[in-house]
């Protein structure tokens, strides 16, 4: 639960720190938004200015009319500031560029996960860019990192790209199984075992449910899980199963589990 | 756990300097097309962007000397149905070295603009694997149009659709724009005297691209090897090759549901459902079987095959399937029996052409559609042509 403390302190930082960057101007027509390519590549202009310029760039893509005509220069523009000195200036081109699907952006995150020496942002946010493209072609470069995980949140990536990977269903069982993994991870097996082997998914989330040690949020996905998609016909009449979600629900639960599994058992209980 | 990863056979660099190597040899430049097939052992084991520089590298190589004929089709399969800017660039910038250009290219080339305009990016052909960052080098577009300007006069039926692109809110910026004068200007200019038409052919291929071959019955491939693999359609129903294939005449497409090109799988799918409304207006649709068969079957479970093609308003029944093959070593069968031009990145498709067949009553090859968009109209009449076949007993001999 700590990784989550430590995610909401950093999300509230980032909020702090948009709150207090360079206001941000609304490009009216492809002039503004050629000087504000003009700014984002200009190096020795403050770096709360270029972030501002990359911003209004964002919002023209959407409201400038003719933003097509100067595509090509701001693709170049990223890619050139993708490799700027200031991180945070790095982390957002190369966000921008990996939703366009970049073979630029994606040469660089995968050369930095495999030589840390080339790496423009963390192993973490390199993979979590990466997959945004699932022909990226990063699952081995996920796998060396779930290997020998730098910290937490890079094996919490790790498991997220691999969720695409029909090859990864037998790692999604194992990190569902154990109740030593981190909660957040067995959420993320769950998730990808339901889109990889949906059959797999509701084994093992009924193996959870008769399980009286395992912890409340992980029995209440499995919940879900069955609730959602499983076999109506079979659900009703697996009593083993109708009995412990009974338990689960009187046991000392949040109030919103005990209502996951009042809606489960109203669905399929007696 | 973590299964090991295959590494391809040669690093990029390396694949670089094979191509310039064959390249720079006369006798052995011809090799070079063979790069262009998709399940070339090359590709295998790549992700999609490297992909893009090796083929991109490949056609620039190419085009180093004077286009062959049979290079041909692959360039204008990246015009026609491309929407990778770095690719299309390559392929555009291809065409302008073939000796023979013809009035029948010029839709290609304009399809390619069509395509690409609204995702234009820089592109560099100075290195093996460069990424434009300057916004001053050339991009897809302006490749685009310079190809159109090599057209010239035998571009002329394209002119309509090219015009609009001058205005100043057309979508180009001022640097292209004038590029678009220089094309109109060269298409307006005066044919040569020696040479016959400026006019198209209703969009066809050129003479001597073929992107549809049919066998005769009696050099037909049979289908013992494949006659057994099981598979399972939209609703979670295995049946076997045969079972499906044997016994009328059937058309079968190839596509995978996380293809991100839109002109590729997702159009496919869209066609076979239009194929399927030509056959019930002429009341074939219970003698002729469709199939569109996933190459990514790991993924593409019975639910995802079901919404897909509904989304595509594909009828779905007994005679009318979307199909994945079930067993791991069958998809191997089928890409083989099929000869499919598609590779792969682990378990995921990397790279695919575009592919349609017609089997006989058999479930034998007999009509094949690759790489450029084919028309749902002629599959319908080849189809028919195979129903006859069937009717007549000609295609009884294996």
């Keep these: ?270 | 756990m973590l299964g090991a990863t295959i590494e391809p056979a040669l690093s990029e660099p390396q694949f670089a300097a094979l191509v310039d190597a064959l390249a720079a040899d006369p006798e052995r430049r011809g090799d070079l097309i063979s790069f262009l097939r998709e399940d070339h052992p090359h590709y295998g084991e790549r992700g999609a962007a490297a992909i893009v520089r090796m083929r991109g590298w490949v056609l620039l190589a190419i085009a180093r000397g004077e286009v062959p004929d049979d290079a041909l089709i692959f360039i204008l399969e990246e015009l026609d149905t491309g929407v990778d800017p770095y690719l299309v660039a390559a392929a555009a910038r291809a065409l302008r070295s073939y000796p023979r250009p013809t009035a029948a290219l010029a839709p290609f080339v304009m399809r390619a603009l069509g395509n690409i305009r609204y995702r234009d990016e820089p592109v560099s052909f100075a290195d093996y694997g460069e990424y434009a960052i300057s916004p001053t080098d050339a991009s897809a577009v302006s490749e685009v149009l310079a190809t159109l300007r090599w057209l010239g006069p035998r571009a002329r039926d394209i002119l309509p659709q090219l015009e609009p692109l001058r205005a100043p809110h057309g979508g180009l910026p001022r640097k292209l724009r004038l590029d678009v004068d220089r094309a109109l200007q060269a298409i307006r200019s005066p044919a040569p005297e020696d040479e016959p038409g400026t006019h198209s052919c209703c969009g066809t291929a050129p003479n001597g691209v073929r992107s549809m071959s049919s066998l005769p019955s009696n050099s037909r491939r049979g289908t013992k090897q494949i006659e057994s693999i099981a598979l399972q359609d939209q609703k979670g129903e295995l049946i076997t090759f045969k079972e499906y294939f044997h016994g009328q005449p059937s058309i079968v497409v190839f596509f995978y549901t996380r293809c991100d090109n839109p002109m590729k799988c997702s159009l496919t799918v869209a066609k076979l459902a239009r194929v399927q409304k030509l056959l019930e207006v002429q009341g074939l649709v219970d003698r002729i079987h469709t199939a569109a068969i996933t190459y990514d079957p790991a993924f593409d479970l019975p639910e995802r095959l079901r919404v897909y093609g509904q989304d595509r308003g594909v009828r779905m029944d007994a005679g009318h399937r979307m199909l994945r093959v079930i067993a791991d070593n069958d998809n191997d069968v089928l890409r083989r029996h099929f000869e499919l031009g598609v590779n792969f990145i682990e378990s995921l498709v990397n790279r695919h052409r575009i592919e349609a067949y017609i089997l006989d009553a058999q479930g034998r090859i007999a009509v094949s559609f690759e790489r450029l968009h084919w028309d749902e109209e002629q599959v319908v009449i080849r189809t028919v042509e195979m129903l006859k076949e069937k009717e007549c007993g000609s295609g009884s001999q294996a």
């Design chain 1, 1 to 270: 639960m700590a990784t989550k403390r430590k995610i909401g302190k950093r999300a509230s930082t980032r909020k702090q720190k948009a709150a207090t960057a360079a206001p941000v101007q609304s490009p009216e027509n492809i002039n503004d938004v050629r000087s504000l390519l003009k700014v984002l590549r200009d190096g020795s202009k403050p770096i709360d200015v270029r972030m501002a310029a990359l911003q209004s760039l964002g919002a023209a893509a959407f409201s400038v009319a003719d933003f097509d005509s100067v595509h090509a220069d701001y693709i170049a523009a990223l890619r050139e500031v993708s490799t700027d000195s200031h991180e945070q200036l790095r982390r957002r081109a190369l966000g921008i560029l990996m939703r366009n699907k970049d073979g630029y952006a994606q040469k660089k995150l995968l050369d930095g996960l495999k030589n840390s020496a080339k790496a423009l942002v963390p192993p973490e946010k390199a993979l979590q860019l990466l997959s945004y493209d699932v022909h990226a072609g990063a699952y081995s470069a996920a796998r060396s990192i779930l290997k020998k995980p730098p910290n937490d949140e890079a094996k919490r990536e790790a498991l997220r790209l691999l969720a695409a990977d029909t090859k990864s269903t037998p790692l999604f069982e194992k990190v569902l199984r154990d109740k030593k993994e981190l909660r957040v991870n067995r959420q993320i097996a769950a998730s990808a075992l339901h889109s990889l082997d949906p059959a797999k998914l509701q084994a093992r989330a009924r193996k959870i449910l008769l399980d009286k040690s395992d912890y409340s949020d992980i029995k209440a996905t499995s919940l879900t899980a069955l609730e959602q998609f499983g076999d109506d016909g079979s659900l009703a009449k697996d009593k083993t199963l109708l009995q412990s979600v009974n338990r689960f629900k009187n046991s000392k639960i949040s109030a919103k589990y005990k209502q996951t599994a009042r809606r489960f058992l109203s669905k399929y209980g007696p």
